[in-house]
């Protein structure tokens, strides 16, 4: 849908305002009667204004979606498909310092993070999907099978499910964007996507470099920002919608599913997480501390994979609390901007202050604040925090807190963490820490969906990642994430001349 449109697609240079911010519906690049104000959380200060779609807009997206679908070559051509991913795909490398420019200001992610899932991990999904759908086997064989006394050959072949809405959360945009949107177009899905009121501008840029550097389709991809949950629900509820992927938390996920199923919707989800890293005691304890402090304050806590429940023996308790806390205070939090930053600031205001009352309440429960539990201003800072004497059945150790706070739990015994582990109405990942063959067991008797051993790391664009319980419906990445977004058809004919 190459255009002429020459809108800046990015924030200016001095990353105070962002210009040119507009829909994609139909091919087109349009904009609202209304906008609403993005803010840079490291100051809190409007970055720049989204389009403020209404249910109109996205009635308007669906129905694009719908007959791009329906009539256009986009669901059979599978050749167009990998040359719109490879072009994609160029676009974001040519376009990715612009990119990481617009995700710091206002996911508030670092530079080392862009590296990373922030914007060069999503980066190379597309890459992935692009190769693997130059491989994935569309058709499969049967062979022959007796019936009536006849041979009758059958075969499988694989189609796009259709229309697919997908909304997405704050943390990591480009990562939840392109996680959902690569697999959905390989596949032959047409999308209508959803960016989240937070973080909008990012989510709309990817938008305008579809329109402006790719030839997808008039109405492959539909792109929407609005603070109004009413443009979200139409996704979920409107019959040309075949299927809604989410991700946000676990009861936003339990209200789509029960929309969804008013027109049986094919639903997947990746939602919230509580996951549990598990110290054994002829484990690292050095390694293991360091791991459970960086890893979650990683974009100060907001990831719905962090392992925040940390499960130390409780022979060792006090001196790997030690061991945190002394790296707690290494942590460098402040502006996103400069490179020597490990932490940035939370979304937003409302998100700081629902972490710090979690952090009140499980003080005034019993819990001992080892550490941090402050505000910092300018911006929506919030400083590394550390909880023990946690009930394991406490909120705080129970609930996603999403902000940079770690709880330490004490075990007995192997049997005893595994229980605490499993104490949870989540399963979207884990970790675990000891000599291997003991900590691989432990590990296969925890019920999660990923899962680190010694620090290793498992997300990539070929590892499926998702959750067991109420983390999630499916799996994103890998070809696991190709095929959620699959119909299978099955034929049969008869063999001539092979009857009785």
Known sequence: MRSQDTADTTADSSMGRVVGRRLLIN???????????????????????????????????????????????????????????????????????????????EVGATPALTQGAQLDGPIAIVRYYADLLKTYPMTEDLGNVESRGMLHHRWVEKEGAGVVGAIIAYNYPNQLALAKLAPALAAGCTVVLKAAPDTPLVTLALGELIANHTDIPAGVVNVLSSSDPA?????????????????????????????????????????????????????????????????????????????????????????????????????????PTDPKTYMGPLISAKQRDKVDAMVQRAVAAGATLVTGGEKVDPGFFYTPTL?????????????????????????????????????????????????????????????????????GNYFSPDAPFGGYKQSGIGREMGIAGLEEFLESKTFAVPVAGAGG
Request: proline fraction near 3%.
């Open 27 to 105: 091919g087109e690049l349009v904009e609202a009667d209304a906008t609403y104000a993005s803010l840079n959380p490291a100051t809190g200060e409007v970055l720049g204004h989204a389009p403020e779609a209404g249910v109109e807009h996205a009635v308007a997206a669906v129905a694009a979606a719908r007959r791009a679908f329906d009539t256009g070559d986009w669901a059979t051509d599978t050749e167009l498909r990998i040359r719109c991913l490879d072009q994609l795909h160029r676009a974001l490398v040519e376009h990715r310092d612009e990119f990481a420019a617009l995700t710091i200001a």
């Open 387 to 455: 909880l023990t004497n946690v009930d394991p059945d406490s909120e705080i150790a129970q609930e996603e807190v999403f902000g940079p706070v770690l709880t330490v739990i004490g075990y007995d015994d192997d049997d005893d963490a595994v229980r605490i582990a499993n104490n949870s109405i989540y399963g979207l990942s884990g970790a675990v820490f000891g000599s291997q063959d003991r900590a691989l067991a432990l590990a296969r008797r925890i019920r999660t969906g990923t899962f680190s051993i010694n620090g």
């Open 231 to 335: 443009v979200g629900a139409v996704l979920t509820t409107d019959p040309d919608v075949d299927m809604v992927t989410f991700t946000g938390s676990t009861p936003t996920g339990r209200a789509i599913m029960a929309a969804a199923s008013g027109t049986l919707k094919r639903v997947f989800l990746e939602l919230g997480g509580k996951s549990a890293a598990i110290v054994l005691d002829d484990a690292d304890f050095n390694m293991a501390a360091v791991f459970a402090a960086f890893s979650m304050v990683t974009h100060a806590g907001q990831g719905c994979a962090l392992t925040s429940r940390l499960l130390v023996p409780n022979s060792h308790h006090d001196e790997i609390v030690e061991m945190i806390k002394t790296n707690f205070s290494h942590v460098r939090y402040g502006d």
